[in-house]
């Protein structure tokens, strides 16, 4: 799973020092050496800040499961859409009335799931 998905769900969630260099790292580009002179510390300390930064957004996700679930209702009310769009141009209308209710129904549960 990307990290870049899973900092922007979790990010909020890290250190101060974890965040920005996170950010650093990944968003701005910047190599470990530029990152400790910004932050005031050792090369290897960012980089094991990065990590340790790393498995905690790993866990958070691995406990919470924000992006799985996220990605699950994304991909449900996508084939709901599909289902909707089907039922609409159905000839029959009272068939289709009846199917875009039950539809609709189901729509409102995916959303109770938020």
Known sequence: MQLAILFD???NLLSDKQRQAMQLYYEEDYSLSEIAGMIGISKQGVSDLILRAE???RELE???KLHER????????SELQE???IAAT???VDGAKVRIVEEVQALNAI???L
Request: aromatic share 8%.
């Open 9 to 11: 769900y979790y990010g």
């Open 55 to 57: 498995a905690k957004l």
């Open 62 to 64: 691995g406990e919470l």
């Open 70 to 77: 996220t990605e699950t209702l994304r991909s449900e009310l």
């Open 83 to 85: 289902r909707l769009l």
């Open 90 to 92: 159905d000839p029959s």
């Open 111 to 113: 959303i109770g799931r």
